[in-house]
């Protein structure tokens, strides 16, 4: 029976819609109601398209009880989220070019730069079989000329890794996923005054673009749209003059900072510029309104023991892992 009306938007409410892959559930608030579209915003913060004239069953429904947060296992932060809605939140300080979601897997394509923006995330069930959403996610990437890859996060997806290397899939590439709140990495390094001023731009400007380096070596062509397709990105750099000493670069969103590109001229290592970007990331992140952040997270490869050193002193923790899946033969049918 259909109880929702356009008249309850602004609203919790449950609708069901039926397709020819059967039926499908959606609840969150009602964003609007207009020209046959209902527009929905679940709880993880993604925003559902729902045509009407699918819509089969709907209610309005109680507000979503305060999330409880979880206890961290041993040897990962205990920040209050869990892997799937932190990657989440990471893709958003990531993302591809085009992107769609199956279900709850969000697929992602930015001519091929990156593995994060050039794969699949599965945050839940596609809402098909497996089988089927294989073949989607594979007619997808072909459609694009790109390999078929999963970003899989990890303990959390551990099923689903199982399932690919049962069909095959070859992995590469692990991944850790670092937290630590942002009080903790201020309280680790001292603030400085012995070093130039940090520059921070919205978009990468000609000087820190110079240092940026992708797997030790320039970047393509596609790495400047890359570096900004985020919610809301922030590039820093400590300079001499017009020559940079250092950069990083930052994406905030729902609260936390993401941190990418920390790169430190060879002539200025070891005098803790690394440290201190890192540093004034996090203080900027903790002020920058609407919506501030509370925790920073990166990513390090498995094998980057000095980056990992150099975050341990910094007050992460390791939360979660994720490791890439690629399709039999690597290359798009």
């Not at 809301?232 to 940079?244: A, K, L, Q, T, W």
Request: glycine letters at 10%.
């Amino acid at each position: 029976m259909l109880r929702v009306r356009p008249a309850d938007v602004g609203s919790r409410v449950s609708v069901r819609t039926i397709s020819g892959e059967g039926y499908r559930d959606v609840v969150g608030e009602l964003l609007s109601w207009a020209d046959g579209i209902l527009r929905i915003r679940r709880r993880d913060g993604s925003v559902v398209d729902v045509p009407e004239n699918l819509v089969v069953a709907g209610k309005v429904v109680p507000p979503a009880p305060p999330r409880r947060a979880r206890r961290a296992p041993a040897g990962t932060a205990a920040t209050g989220i869990d892997d799937l809605e932190l990657e989440e939140i990471a893709g958003r300080g990531w993302q591809g070019f085009e992107t769609s979601w199956l279900g709850r897997w969000l697929l992602r394509a930015s001519a091929g730069f990156t593995g994060r923006a050039n794969s699949v995330l599965p945050l839940g069930d596609p809402g098909l079989s497996l089988a089927a959403a294989l073949d989607a996610v594979s007619r997808w990437y072909a459609d694009r000329g790109l390999p078929v890859r999963f970003q899989v996060p990890l303990p959390a997806r551990a099923d689903l890794d199982g399932t690919l290397a049962e069909l095959g899939w070859t992995t590469s590439d692990r991944n850790h996923v670092l937290t630590a709140p942002v009080t903790a990495v201020l309280a680790a390094v001292p603030d400085r005054d012995d070093v130039p001023p940090i520059v921070v731009e919205p978009v990468p400007s000609p000087q820190w673009l110079r240092m940026y380096r992708y797997r030790g070596g320039p970047p393509p062509a596609a790495a400047l749209r890359q570096l900004v397709q985020a919610d809301r990105p922030v590039f820093m750099s400590i300079r001499n003059g017009d020559e940079p000493l250092a950069i990083a670069r930052g994406a905030l969103a729902a609260g936390w900072i993401g941190i990418t590109a920390v790169e430190v001229d060879e002539s200025a290592r070891r005098r803790g510029l690394g440290s201190h970007i890192v540093r004034e990331l996090c203080a900027w992140a903790a002020t920058a309104g609407p919506e501030p952040a509370h925790s920073v997270y990166l990513q390090v490869q498995t094998g980057n023991t000095a980056a990992l050193a150099l975050y341990d002193r910094l007050g992460f923790t390791r939360h979660h892992d994720y490791r890439y899946r690629l399709a039999p033969g690597g290359v798009p049918r």
